[in-house]
């Protein structure tokens, strides 16, 4: 679990301090106290922008200098804690910083330490936002299972853009670039789509086993956006660069990829179901989720950040929310605007006020 996580000059927390955690963690305070502050600085200690998807230059708080660092010591069963952190340098505002135990290195190792997942209010649109969405939301679940999916991912997109500009120079690219570039463009698609095909089928068997309550349960499906096989992506390609040049960019491809949700029972659209039963549908995938990682071979610590996620539970739904996060062994950090929602876990857990960006612990 993640320890003596330590925030300074990010977003309103000029210097805060956050130690002695539990497996259940509860930032409680006003709205805009800083608790998701909390939660996004944690988040930052994995690959990508974190759970607000935020750029660099938002994150450092405004009468500070433009520069920000967040810390925390991972603790490791009978191990020596390894210290993580990230930032951004005043002087580099557009340049994050990692550092493992010390050492500067690329975001994507973090993955390789721990895996962390967060529900946050702003997901309850996933679906019917667009499908891009869903597709960092399903990453982000495969990078639990697969700390390598960061790398293949960053290099896809590398390819890709590198292949967008290609398609979009006034004059003709050189086919033996193009090659080369579409080749790289596979590989590394394949092993993305192939990851978030092997997750997705995984997780519709481990929901398909769950009660169709207190949660309701969805059914998902993995829609390709190509050929999964790089060399049959290869092939698709380069038989579709003309079409693909008069668009200015590639149609074919992981990065068209859909993950489709509907209601079980229902056969409903999860796009079409109500609020309430979007928002039941997000926590029952993210419960299965981390079932499917106790049962796996993952041996990595996880965390799971839920923001403001307890307190438009009805009492049976969240006990049964707390029941399932109790049989689990990831550390849980949860923010609510006050404690009652947390009264059936708030004996075993470690309780924090935060108030104008400064963490006071209450137990």
Same mark, same amino acid.
């Given at each position: 679990?993640? &320890?003596?996580?330590?925030?300074?000059?990010?977003?309103? #927390?000029?210097?805060?301090? /956050?130690?002695?955690? !539990?497996?259940?963690?509860?930032?409680?305070?006003?709205?805009? !106290?800083?608790?998701?502050?909390? =939660?996004?600085?944690?988040?930052?200690?994995?690959?990508?922008?974190?759970?607000?998807?935020?750029?660099?230059?938002?994150?450092?708080?405004?009468?500070?200098?433009?520069?920000?660092?967040?810390?925390?010591?991972?603790?490791? !069963? &009978?191990?020596? +804690? /390894?210290?993580?952190?990230?930032?951004? =340098?005043?002087?580099?505002?557009?340049?994050?910083?990692?550092?493992?135990?010390? !050492?500067?290195?690329?975001?994507?190792?973090?993955?390789?330490?721990?895996?962390?997942?967060?529900?946050?209010?702003?997901?309850?649109? *996933?679906?019917?936002?667009?499908?891009?969405?869903?597709?960092?939301?399903?990453?982000?679940?495969? *990078?639990?299972?697969?700390?390598?999916?960061?790398?293949?991912?960053?290099?896809?997109?590398?390819?890709?853009?590198?292949?967008?500009?290609?398609?979009?120079? &006034?004059? $003709? +690219?050189?086919?033996?670039?193009?090659?080369?570039?579409?080749?790289? =463009?596979?590989?590394?698609?394949?092993?993305?789509?192939?990851?978030?095909?092997?997750?997705?089928?995984?997780?519709?068997?481990?929901?398909?086993? =769950?009660?169709?309550?207190?949660?309701?349960?969805?059914?998902?499906?993995?829609?390709?956006?190509? $050929?999964?096989?790089?060399?049959?992506?290869?092939?698709?390609?380069?038989?579709?660069?003309?079409?693909?040049?008069?668009? %200015?960019?590639?149609? @074919?491809?992981?990065?068209?990829?859909?993950?489709?949700?509907?209601?079980?029972?229902?056969?409903?659209?999860?796009?079409?179901?109500?609020?309430?039963?979007?928002?039941?549908?997000?926590?029952?995938?993210?419960?299965? #989720?981390?079932?499917?990682?106790? @049962?796996?071979?993952? %041996?990595?610590?996880?965390?799971? *950040?839920?923001?403001? /996620?307890?307190?438009? *539970? &009805?009492?049976?739904?969240?006990?049964?929310?707390?029941?399932?996060?109790?049989?689990?062994?990831?550390?849980?950090?949860?923010?609510?605007?006050?404690?009652?929602?947390?009264?059936?876990?708030?004996?075993?857990? @470690?309780?924090?006020?935060?108030?104008?960006?400064?963490?006071?612990?209450?137990?």
């Amino acid at each position: 679990m993640l &320890d003596r996580i330590l925030l300074s000059r990010f977003r309103n #927390h000029r210097e805060t301090a /956050v130690e002695g955690t !539990a497996q259940f963690n509860l930032l409680v305070g006003e709205n805009g !106290a800083g608790k998701t502050n909390v =939660l996004e600085a944690i988040s930052l200690l994995s690959p990508g922008r974190g759970l607000r998807r935020a750029g660099l230059g938002d994150m450092p708080g405004q009468d500070f200098d433009g520069g920000f660092a967040v810390s925390a010591a991972l603790m490791v !069963a &009978d191990e020596e +804690p /390894v210290q993580l952190g990230t930032g951004v =340098l005043a002087e580099r505002p557009g340049r994050r910083l990692v550092q493992i135990n010390g !050492a500067e290195a690329p975001a994507v190792r973090l993955a390789e330490w721990m895996s962390i997942g967060w529900l946050t209010p702003a997901m309850d649109r *996933l679906f019917v936002e667009g499908a891009g969405a869903r597709r960092r939301f399903l990453d982000r679940l495969v *990078l639990a299972v697969r700390p390598d999916h960061a790398g293949n991912a960053t290099r896809l997109e590398s390819a890709l853009r590198e292949r967008n500009r290609l398609l979009s120079d &006034d004059l $003709p +690219p050189d086919p033996r670039w193009l090659d080369a570039i579409e080749m790289q =463009l596979a590989e590394a698609g394949s092993l993305v789509a192939a990851a978030r095909a092997e997750l997705v089928e995984r997780l519709e068997e481990t929901l398909a086993a =769950l009660p169709e309550s207190p949660f309701a349960r969805p059914s998902l499906a993995y829609q390709p956006g190509g $050929p999964i096989v790089a060399e049959a992506l290869a092939q698709a390609l380069r038989s579709g660069r003309a079409r693909e040049r008069a668009a %200015q960019r590639t149609l @074919t491809g992981p990065h068209r990829d859909e993950i489709l949700v509907t209601m079980a029972g229902k056969g409903q659209p999860a796009a079409e179901c109500s609020t309430g039963e979007q928002k039941a549908m997000l926590i029952a995938i993210t419960l299965a #989720h981390s079932q499917l990682l106790e @049962t796996g071979t993952e %041996q990595r610590p996880r965390l799971l *950040l839920l923001d403001e /996620v307890a307190a438009h *539970l &009805d009492p049976l739904r969240r006990e049964a929310l707390f029941d399932r996060l109790r049989a689990g062994s990831a550390q849980v950090w949860l923010t609510g605007t006050e404690l009652a929602p947390f009264e059936a876990i708030a004996s075993e857990a @470690t309780v924090w006020e935060v108030s104008a960006g400064a963490v006071r612990r209450l137990g």
